[in-house]
């Protein structure tokens, strides 16, 4: 006898249920400070890596990072 592919009202199969996500927080944290820490030097040398503020002599962090500066926004010249 073939099946059909459409349940038949008289046995409801259940569907099973899917585990509920779980973020442990622990295990997020040590990522999140180095994500805040690697934006946080992205967003210096981009935006502030300049005249008196600068760390490294020379104008090549200045200039490699020169159009990015000028997308965010930063004043430069
Ligand atoms: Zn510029």
Not at 5 to 14: F, I, M
Not at 61 to 70: A, L, M, P, W
């Amino acid at each position: 006898m073939a099946e059909s592919a459409v349940p038949s009202a008289a046995s409801p199969q259940a569907e099973p249920s899917p585990a509920p996500l779980r973020l442990p927080i622990r295990d997020i944290v040590p990522w999140a400070v180095l994500a805040v820490a690697l934006a946080a030097i992205l967003i210096y040398f981009v935006g502030a890596e300049q005249g008196a503020t600068s760390v490294f002599g020379g104008t090549w962090v200045h200039e490699f990072t020169h159009d990015g500066r000028h997308l965010l926004g930063f004043p430069c010249h």
